[in-house]
């Protein structure tokens, strides 16, 4: 069992910066891919970003590429998703998940540990 705890959302204005951080418990982080999703207010959950277990390789959405950028630290069992150039439109819920597999996955159903969320908000 893996519980994860996300820290660091709040809000900023359009243009600002902002570092997600995912805190997960266990021994056995550095098997997880971990990625990050988001639920903007009246849409269904998103992908943001993912990356492997060993931190060699990701992905990221169309939407944030350029200006997000996932990474993790194996030591610290801890993984973050840096914001910058933040825009209204990602004012959203931020999900960081687990998944079984040291390899990227995009898909929701790719992933079994999912923490409470932090809420963005972007004021324009």
């Known amino acids: 069992q893996v519980q994860l705890v996300e820290s660091g959302g709040g809000l900023v204005q359009a243009g600002g910066s902002l570092r997600l951080s995912c805190a997960a418990s266990?021994?056995?982080?550095?098997?997880?891919?971990m990625g990050w999703f988001r639920r903007a207010p009246g849409k269904e959950r998103e992908f943001v970003a993912v990356?492997?277990?060993?931190?060699?390789?990701?992905r990221h959405a169309d939407s944030v590429k350029g200006r997000f950028t996932i990474s993790r630290d194996n030591a610290k069992n801890t993984v973050y998703l840096q914001m910058n150039s933040l825009k209204p439109e990602d004012t959203a819920v931020y999900y960081c998940?687990?998944?079984?597999?040291?390899?990227?996955?995009?898909?929701?159903?790719?992933?079994?540990?999912w923490g409470q969320g932090t809420q963005v908000t972007v004021s324009s």
């Open positions: 266990g021994r056995t982080f550095s098997t997880y891919a």
């Open positions: 990356v492997s277990g060993g931190g060699g390789s990701t």
């Open positions: 998940a687990a998944r079984r597999y040291s390899h990227v996955g995009e898909r929701e159903s790719d992933y079994d540990y």
